[in-house]
């Protein structure tokens, strides 16, 4: 009876062990992001190894984002805090300073660009990568097969995409646009004929001068950026009989575009429609 017992103890310490070493195992590294553009790379590159969560909601602008107590909690028990290094991300240093958490490491992946493109998507990729590996050297490897891959899905998509956008000869269609989505908007082929910056920036001598350029540069279509105000231009595209279409610069900022894929799939889609 002795010796069942002697053996039953030494089952159930094993058992123990074995179970504590799959929990040290499955420690994720914990990433806070500043947007969901952001969070996405990081989910793509880290794979099982990282906890990505977001900060800024992907419908809004992040220059005009609040911290909250929550976003607080978040950080003060995260490993790296993943920034675009944007001038517009600047509650970041109060944040920060609110966590107080000493094993923080802050990184900025900045690049030039519209993350909606996918070249500029791809640089972004390698600025993620080069981050998780100072952080978690441990898993280098895992980080740059899986930085690889997604570049290629990258490369994949862009060519789909450009096979589209050339069928429906987007070259002849010209455009005012959000300062936000020209660079966008160019790399897909539009004309752009001019810009404006946001809702705010529209006042009447503003639109007047946009409909003016607009009418001598036969805009037919109207694109506004969802983060800065959906249908920003919507006036403008009145006065001159054109389409008025909203696209978003962040994945989740429609419903069902939570994936870079998504999102850039969504907004092409859209331009597609608005002009046939």
Not at 76 to 104: C, I, Q, R
Not at 162 to 170: C, G, P, W
Not at 185 to 191: E, I, S, T
Not at 219 to 244: C, R
Request: aromatic share 6%; charged share 20%; proline share 4%.
């Amino acid at each position: 009876m002795k010796k069942i017992s002697f053996l039953f103890i030494v089952i159930l310490v094993m058992g123990l062990f074995v179970s504590g070493c799959q929990q040290s195992d499955e420690v994720k590294l914990k990433v806070m992001t500043s947007t969901s553009l952001m969070t996405y790379i990081v989910q793509q590159v880290g794979g099982n190894n990282v906890e990505a969560l977001n900060l800024v909601p992907p419908n809004q602008h992040p220059g005009n984002f609040d911290v909250k107590p929550e976003d607080i909690q978040k950080l003060a028990t995260a490993k790296l805090f993943l920034l675009h290094g944007w001038p517009g991300e600047t509650y970041v240093d109060k944040l920060v300073s609110s966590a107080n958490n000493p094993n923080l490491m802050v990184i900025k992946a900045t690049v030039d660009g519209n993350l909606m493109i996918p070249s500029v998507q791809a640089a972004a990729v390698d600025k993620v990568l080069s981050a998780l590996c100072e952080v978690d050297p441990d898993n280098t490897t895992a980080y740059q097969d899986a930085a690889e891959k997604y570049k290629q899905k990258i490369q994949t998509k862009e060519t789909d995409i450009i096979t589209s956008l050339t069928k429906a000869n987007v070259s002849k269609i010209n455009v005012i646009a959000s300062s936000r989505q020209a660079d966008f908007l160019k790399w897909a082929g539009f004309n752009v004929v001019a810009t404006f910056t946001s809702a705010q920036s529209l006042t009447p001598q503003v639109v007047k001068d946009l409909v003016d350029k607009g009418k001598a540069g036969n805009v037919t279509l109207v694109v506004n950026n969802l983060q800065d105000g959906q249908d920003a231009g919507k006036a403008i595209a009145e006065e001159l009989g054109a389409k008025n279409l909203n696209l978003s610069n962040f994945p989740g900022g429609f419903s069902n575009t939570e994936t870079w894929e998504k999102a850039i799939d969504y907004n092409v889609s859209m331009l597609i429609d608005a002009i046939k």
